[in-house]
């Protein structure tokens, strides 16, 4: 069982950076895979990065601009955030899952992980 906490979030404008984190506690983050999903305001949740091992995965929305990464001696997940657009405007939340062997199939549908944060807002502005 792990218990995540979302920071970092805020608002910045467009073409900042932002970093927001992905506090682990309880088992050690390391045993999971990782995700980073969004929800835009009136709009569904989306995948935006996942990670297992050493295999990295992105939307295309956020290729290229953004970073998902995991510090595994803080215990922490991290989401590098560059390039920013107004389009980026959403609740970010990050979620870790047991490790499945078809996790690069499923790696954009929340069944993939079983725990969640409560998210964090982060706004964009133009």
């Known amino acids: 069982h792990v218990q995540l906490v979302e920071s970092g979030g805020g608002s910045v404008q467009a073409g900042d950076s932002m970093r927001l984190s992905c506090a682990a506690s309880?088992?050690?983050?390391?045993?999971?895979?990782m995700g980073w999903f969004r929800r835009p305001p009136g709009k569904e949740r989306e995948f935006v990065a996942g990670l297992s091992g050493d295999n990295v995965y992105y939307a295309d929305s956020v290729k290229g601009r953004f970073t998902i990464s995991r510090e595994n001696a803080k215990n922490t997940g991290y989401l590098e955030m560059n390039s920013t657009k107004p389009e980026d405007t959403a609740t970010y939340y990050c979620?870790?899952?047991?490790?499945?062997?078809?996790?690069?199939?499923?790696?954009?549908?929340?069944?993939?992980?079983?725990?969640w944060g409560q998210g964090t807002q982060v706004t964009v502005s133009s």
């Open positions: 979620a870790a899952g047991l490790p499945r062997s078809n996790y690069q199939y499923i790696r954009t549908q929340g069944y993939a992980y079983d725990y």
């Open positions: 309880g088992n050690p983050f390391s045993s999971y895979v």
